[in-house]
């Protein structure tokens, strides 16, 4: 919501708002669903640009060797049994994915 008020446009606020308003007079989700896109597209990006979760944390089965090439090349070693954490918010604003304003709310 904060990323709605603070800085989505005017007329994604209203039409957030229309949405929304249309949903609480639909009884079910299959009556919902696809009614609803400007408040889906927010609900997402909202999603991408924040920390929602820590990420995932397995654990290695085996000894792996992980080579990252952005922003600078380097080369870790994972020892078996070695507990590794991934973090999400890493990708969602990934410039390389989501372009040079990949940190920008965008729902249009």
């Known amino acids: ?38 408040l889906k597209r927010v609900c997402l990006e909202s999603l991408r640009l924040t920390a929602h979760s820590i ?8 000894n792996l ?6 922003p600078r090349p380097k080369t870790f070693q994972i020892p078996k049994g070695s507990s590794v954490g991934f973090a999400h918010i890493a990708a969602s604003l990934d410039p390389n994915s989501w372009g040079d ?8």
Not at 21 to 30: H, K, V, Y
């Open 65 to 70: 060797t992980i080579s990252v090439s952005t």
């Open 55 to 62: 990420g995932a944390v397995r654990t290695a089965q085996r």
């Open 1 to 38: 919501f904060l990323f709605l008020k603070e800085r989505a446009p005017t007329h994604v606020q209203v039409q957030c708002q229309t949405e929304a308003n249309n949903l609480l007079s639909r009884p079910t989700w299959e009556q919902a669903s696809g009614s609803s896109p400007t």
């Open 101 to 108: 304003d990949s940190s920008a709310f965008d729902v249009e």
